[in-house]
């Protein structure tokens, strides 16, 4: 009978090694993922015909969600190959997937060049790193917590950690290139930059991967992941998802808001990319410490509080950045949501991981994750420019996240109550 618990171990330079195979590999991964929704501007104008700035970034961002359509089948088929073969052959064969989609990338001709094709290069791409990614996410997590069960707080901490330092490289190349670049030279070749390097990249995390062990856990060998996740762990599924919906929400409205920022307030491209880079700092360097305090003083009710408060002041974050619009007020506003998210972060992943057995996990944590992502993440820079251009409001997208944190708080209670995780 599978109970889902790992065998606690001490901490061994082995153990250490392949916590930091997971978050390297993750990380060089969601950089790529990054980037494209940093450079949406310059990207819908290569790929995108028509000369409406507006309906160029739209469509842009419309790629970047139709991508995450297909993260939810990834997620079922490469988690399903996780907890049959493997953690460390699921990781290294993701790694490859999302290189091929950044060659891709990194290489198109654009719509002047190939015409109808440059955008149907660029959608292509895009489903071949949203299916790598859909299988990263169950994989990786249960690769980190699976080290030792009394530390999973502070080991699956680093899934998110490692996204907030993809976040921080991926902002820095942003700034970096609108500062030194002109428009015209972004628009043309310096948007390709980003890619290039995480292309070249690739094969340090497949290295890596590479040449780790596989965890010990205490787990059956699962014949039939998806069928008996789906005939047994709904609630599971329903638990996990909900616990997520609000940092994956908020996770793209930080990535969107130095655009929003250029656009919409008329802030400076590289200053508005800077007040990212400091938020992705802070997600990269709390959300550990967060992960270290659950692990001794529980989860369930700092994330209900981080929630609580998300929920309560984003608002008032949105009237003030669009009624006051600089960089002070831009930078503040991230750091404030960024310190709130790093402390709902820090113990999600090893809430997520609980609600599921361990011969299911990278299954279940797979497709939980990437639903949620594709229904409430993939399409939230297109949902929130979209209920701008139709309210005419800026701050419309803060009633958003102020709905989804309320679905977030019902999911933890369920957590809880239901599953006793505390």
């Given at each position: 009978m599978t109970t889902g618990r790992t065998v606690a171990k001490p901490r061994t330079p082995s153990s250490t090694r392949r916590a930091i195979a997971a978050t390297i590999g993750n990380a060089l991964e969601w950089f790529d993922l990054g980037v494209y929704a940093?450079?949406?501007?310059?990207?819908?104008?290569?790929?995108?015909?028509?000369?409406?700035?507006?309906?160029?970034?739209?469509?842009?961002?419309?790629?970047?969600?139709?991508?995450?359509?297909?993260?939810?089948?990834?997620?079922?088929?490469?988690?399903?190959y996780a907890d049959r073969f493997g953690r460390k052959k699921a990781l290294v064969l993701t790694i490859w997937l999302m290189v091929v989609g950044t060659f891709?990338?990194?290489?198109?001709?654009?719509?002047?060049?190939?015409?109808?094709?440059?955008?149907?290069?660029?959608?292509?791409?895009?489903?071949?790193?949203?299916?790598?990614?859909?299988?990263?996410?169950?994989?990786?997590?249960?690769?980190l917590i699976e080290q030792d069960d009394?530390?999973?707080?502070?080991?699956?901490?680093?899934?998110?950690?490692?996204?907030?330092?993809?976040?921080?490289?991926?902002?820095?190349?942003?700034?970096?290139?609108?500062?030194?670049?002109?428009?015209?030279?972004?628009?043309?070749?310096?948007?390709?930059?980003?890619?290039?390097?995480?292309?070249?990249?690739?094969?340090?995390?497949?290295?890596?991967?590479?040449?780790?062990?596989?965890?010990?856990?205490?787990?059956?060998?699962?014949?039939?992941?998806?069928?008996?996740?789906?005939?047994?762990?709904?609630?599971?599924?329903?638990?996990?998802?909900?616990?997520?919906?609000?940092?994956?929400?908020?996770?793209?409205?930080?990535?969107?808001?130095?655009?929003?920022?250029?656009?919409?307030?008329?802030?400076?491209?590289?200053l508005s990319f800077v007040a990212l880079m400091i938020t992705a700092a802070i997600l990269t360097f709390v959300t550990p410490i967060v992960g270290l305090l659950t692990d001794r003083h529980g989860r369930i009710g700092i994330m209900v509080g981080a929630a609580a408060v998300i929920g309560a002041g984003v608002v008032p974050l949105y009237l003030w950045v669009t009624t006051s619009p600089s960089f002070l007020t831009l930078t503040v506003t991230m750091t404030i949501l960024g310190l709130l998210k790093a402390i709902y972060f820090g113990a999600l992943p090893s809430v997520m991981a609980d609600v599921f057995p361990a011969h299911t996990r990278a299954t279940?944590?797979?497709?939980?994750?990437?639903?949620?992502?594709?229904?409430?993440?993939?399409?939230?820079?297109?949902?929130?420019?979209?209920?701008?251009?139709?309210?005419?409001?800026?701050?419309?997208?803060?009633?958003?996240?102020?709905?989804?944190?309320?679905?977030?708080i019902v999911a933890l209670v369920a957590a809880n109550r239901r599953r006793g995780i505390r």
């Open positions: 940093l450079m949406a501007a310059y990207i819908g104008k290569t790929f995108f015909p028509g000369g409406n700035a507006a309906v160029q970034l739209v469509q842009a961002y419309a790629v970047f969600g139709i991508t995450f359509l297909v993260r939810p089948l990834g997620g079922l088929v490469l988690g399903a891709l990338l990194a290489v198109m001709p654009g719509y002047a060049t190939i015409g109808f094709l440059a955008p149907v290069g660029v959608i292509v791409a895009r489903l071949i790193q949203g299916f790598a990614a859909g299988g990263e996410f169950g994989a990786a997590t249960s690769f009394r530390r999973k707080g502070f080991l699956g901490s680093f899934q998110f950690a490692s996204q907030g330092f993809a976040t921080l490289m991926s902002a820095g190349f942003a700034a970096g290139l609108t500062a030194s670049l002109s428009a015209d030279a972004m628009t043309s070749w310096g948007w390709r930059i980003p890619f290039v390097f995480g292309l070249l990249v690739g094969p340090v995390g497949y290295y890596i991967r590479r040449h780790v062990d596989e965890p010990e856990v205490a787990q059956e060998k699962q014949s039939t992941p998806v069928r008996t996740l789906f005939r047994f762990h709904w609630g599971g599924l329903l638990i996990a998802g909900g616990a997520l919906v609000v940092s994956t929400s908020l996770n793209f409205i930080l990535q969107s808001l130095p655009t929003f920022a250029i656009k919409n307030l008329g802030l400076d491209d590289s279940g944590l797979s497709f939980a994750y990437n639903a949620t992502v594709g229904i409430f993440g993939g399409f939230t820079p297109t949902i929130a420019t979209a209920m701008i251009a139709a309210t005419g409001s800026p701050v419309s997208p803060g009633y958003y996240l102020l709905a989804t944190a309320s679905l977030s």
